[in-house]
């Protein structure tokens, strides 16, 4: 195994046995909810799946994915064109919903939440469902650190705890235009979107997260 792999396989189980450990400190139907932020690219699914792998149920993952606006809202704004061109910035996810589902949930302690199916381009609805009892609850996403309504609200009333994923905005740009390569698009087309888009929405993340973290993690 290459040793950059053996590095983060290190980081996934160090983080695992601590929220193993987490996990077993909670009494009664406690929670503990983490906020999971990082640029497009940054590696937060995978962080999110490979916690997943090793901690079963213990692990509940809620992706902001499952809150874009479908591709039908998006052709109901003021700017069809734009909201189609910048899918993935902040706009372009229904916020509000997704900020209120998650007080709910974490009021009450479950809940059901949409998935994404990148296939189709849309979300998938009530694919999730957060059971009652204890467990680590892991929300991941892009904007979950954002200073601005409504996202502001997670850190007061959502999350015990917030993690930044570090990654360099020129190295997401990089990550991403390879994703934008391997589902098919034109190297003009990935470098347009990239340059247009998902760089805009990496240094936005870049410049207000960090800040708001509880922790700052790297990895290679």
């Known amino acids: 195994m290459p040793r950059e792999n053996t590095k983060r396989m290190q980081v996934y189980d160090d ?61 109901g704004m003021e700017d069809p064109e734009q909201a189609h061109a910048r899918r993935g910035a902040p706009f372009t996810f229904n916020a509000k919903k997704f900020v209120d589902d998650l007080i709910k949930a974490r009021n009450a302690g479950e809940g059901v939440f949409p998935s994404f ?22 929300v991941e996403g ?29 190295e997401s740009n990089r990550r991403v235009y390879e994703r934008h390569i391997k589902t098919g698009k034109t190297e003009k087309h990935a470098q347009l979107r990239v340059a247009t888009n998902d760089s805009i929405n990496a240094e936005l993340i870049a410049k207000v997260s960090p800040g708001n973290a509880d922790r700052i993690i ?3």
């Open 15 to 75: 983080l695992a046995a601590e929220l193993r450990q987490r996990a077993a400190q909670l009494t009664g139907d406690a929670q503990f909810w983490i906020g999971l932020a990082g640029g497009p690219g940054s590696g937060k699914s995978t962080l999110a799946e490979a916690l997943k792998a090793r901690l079963g149920e213990l692990l509940t993952i809620i992706p902001l994915d499952g809150y874009h606006y479908y591709r039908s809202e998006l052709d």
């Open 117 to 138: 199916d990148h296939g189709a381009g849309d979300p998938v609805e009530a694919d999730i469902q957060l059971l009652k009892g204890p467990q680590i609850v892991l």
């Open 142 to 170: 892009n904007y979950l650190l954002l200073d601005t309504k409504p996202w502001i609200h997670l850190r007061a009333r959502v999350f015990d705890e917030t993690w930044f994923l570090d990654v360099s905005v020129s």
């Open 218 to 220: 790297q990895i290679t």
